[in-house]
């Protein structure tokens, strides 16, 4: 099953739903957590993929409304955490207008790969840093994460 304003981008066979359930202020939340690839690059679909995950939350109308589709701001940002804290009675409420989708950002949260660093990068303040000391430990080409280029990363 997919929801259809998503059905309009991806075909039903390219997201992969499972039941995800967690608690929120005492209570059991019944989800679903969906997953979809697309191309690390936008200007190279041939390329490599990655994975988005995003949580779906069913509406409690009989007569739902559009999709709401929550993306949590900054870089880093985690919709699917947010909907596990205080900010979660916003998603639970929005449920009333129709399902909510909480979208992870690429490289965040339960969207693969993660780019979160587990180690600490000392840096001189002093001086800027260049991508390619940045990137070693995430296995990441310079090329991929550059929006500069129009190339693919080699």
């Not at 509406?59 to 947010?82: E, F, H, K, N, Q």
Request: contains cysteine; positive net charge.
């Amino acid at each position: 099953m997919t929801t259809p304003c998503l059905s309009r981008v991806w075909t039903s066979h390219t997201i992969r739903y499972q039941p995800y359930e967690y608690e929120y202020q005492g209570q059991n939340i019944h989800a679903e957590l969906g997953r979809f690839e697309v191309s690390e690059r936008h200007s190279y679909p041939e390329g490599h993929k990655i994975t988005l995950a995003f949580l779906r939350l069913k509406t409690t109308s009989s007569d739902p409304g559009p999709l709401v589709i929550y993306l949590a701001g900054g870089s880093g940002g985690s919709a699917i955490r947010l909907a596990k804290v205080p900010r979660g009675a916003v998603f639970l409420k929005m449920r009333a207008a129709g399902d909510v989708i909480a979208l992870e950002q690429r490289g965040a949260g339960l969207s693969k790969p993660t780019l979160d660093c587990d180690e600490r990068m000392d840096f001189p303040l002093d001086q800027p840093g260049t991508l390619p000391a940045l990137l070693p430990s995430t296995g990441l080409k310079p090329a991929s994460v550059s929006t500069m280029t129009g190339r693919p990363a080699v």
